[in-house]
Nanobody
Framework: QAQLVESGGGSVQDGGSMRLSCAAS???????????MGWFRQAPGKEREGVAA???????SYADPVKGRFTVSRDNAKNTVYLQMNNLKPEDTTMYYC?????????????????WGQGTQVTVSS
């Protein structure tokens, strides 16, 4: 059974930094390095929105609100994807989820991802 486990969430002040991690396991029949990894976030009552993604070839994509502040990376030896978040703002406060897909048409379309983590809360106080 494929499983994604996020960690690294918590509370930080406006302008602070935080790194989220997402460890994948149980991908029987899949090669982790060939998966597209995405980070999403979802506030209560709102749709899940794409934050960043990294493809199997290492190319990255970012949502406009986080460009220049967030960096997505992966360590295929550890089956782990990271989201380094710098210069955090109160509007970044919400639940963050990682997800995987064998292939995506649109990196920020949640429907393209088939496995999801349980989420980790990020809170940025002003």
């Amino acid at each position: 059974q494929a499983q994604l486990v996020e960690s690294g969430g918590g509370s930080v002040q406006d302008g602070g930094s935080m790194r989220l991690s997402c460890a994948a396991s149980g991908y029987t029949g899949y090669t982790y390095s060939k998966l597209c990894m995405g980070w999403f976030r979802q506030a209560p009552g709102k749709e899940r929105e794409g934050v960043a993604a990294i493809s199997s070839d290492g190319s990255t994509s970012y949502a406009d609100p986080v460009k220049g502040r967030f960096t997505v990376s992966r360590d295929n030896a550890k089956n782990t994807v990271y989201l380094q978040m710098n210069n955090l703002k109160p509007e970044d406060t919400t639940m963050y989820y990682c997800a995987t897909s064998q292939s995506v048409l649109a990196w920020n379309d949640a429907k393209d991802y088939n496995y999801w983590g349980q989420g980790t809360q990020v809170t940025v106080s002003s």
